[in-house]
């Protein structure tokens, strides 16, 4: 996995590499492909710390998703564009997992602020699930 999958240059796994062509690594991932090798611990102590910092910069966050707490962090599941043809999407669960990823990986304080983003939709939405977060965000016109 090491060798075929694993990006240097951004430090994160890759999702697939091109069997054919130019043989290319995917190398903007999921939050799953992030979380997954964390909590099956095939990643060493440096590659989780550097998959978890590309969650920091690469991957973005909900702006203003509740302006009772502050230091919350929502994640969208990726950072492809565009988002109706991508696995760009808002998932409570992903956000969830990679919550985990940074307890288990000892940061602490961003598993808190992605943990309490999470519970933002489950307090909000109508109904817990898929779906909840984007309900939310249309019901006040924020992106």
Same mark, same amino acid.
């Given at each position: 996995m090491n060798e075929q999958l694993?990006?240097?240059d951004t430090g994160v796994f890759g999702e697939v590499k091109e069997r054919? *062509? %130019? *043989?290319?690594?995917?190398?903007? @991932? +999921?939050?799953s492909s992030i979380y997954t090798p964390v909590d099956m611990g095939i990643a060493t102590d440096e590659q989780v710390y550097q998959m978890m910092?590309?969650? +920091? %910069?690469?991957? @973005?966050s909900v702006a203003n998703l509740d302006k009772?707490? +502050?230091?919350i962090d929502f994640k969208y599941s990726s950072n492809r564009l565009p988002e109706y043809y991508s696995s760009d999407g808002l998932y409570v669960e992903e956000v969830m997992n990679n919550a985990l990823a940074y307890f288990e990986n000892g940061q602490r304080e961003m598993g808190m602020k992605q943990f309490r983003a999470c519970l933002v939709p489950l307090m909000k939405g109508s109904s817990a699930g898929q779906g909840t977060v984007q309900h939310i965000l249309k019901s006040r016109f924020i992106k």
């Amino acid at each position: 996995m090491n060798e075929q999958l694993w990006n240097a240059d951004t430090g994160v796994f890759g999702e697939v590499k091109e069997r054919f *062509g %130019y *043989g290319r690594l995917n190398a903007a @991932p +999921d939050l799953s492909s992030i979380y997954t090798p964390v909590d099956m611990g095939i990643a060493t102590d440096e590659q989780v710390y550097q998959m978890m910092r590309f969650t +920091d %910069y690469a991957v @973005p966050s909900v702006a203003n998703l509740d302006k009772i707490w +502050d230091n919350i962090d929502f994640k969208y599941s990726s950072n492809r564009l565009p988002e109706y043809y991508s696995s760009d999407g808002l998932y409570v669960e992903e956000v969830m997992n990679n919550a985990l990823a940074y307890f288990e990986n000892g940061q602490r304080e961003m598993g808190m602020k992605q943990f309490r983003a999470c519970l933002v939709p489950l307090m909000k939405g109508s109904s817990a699930g898929q779906g909840t977060v984007q309900h939310i965000l249309k019901s006040r016109f924020i992106k």
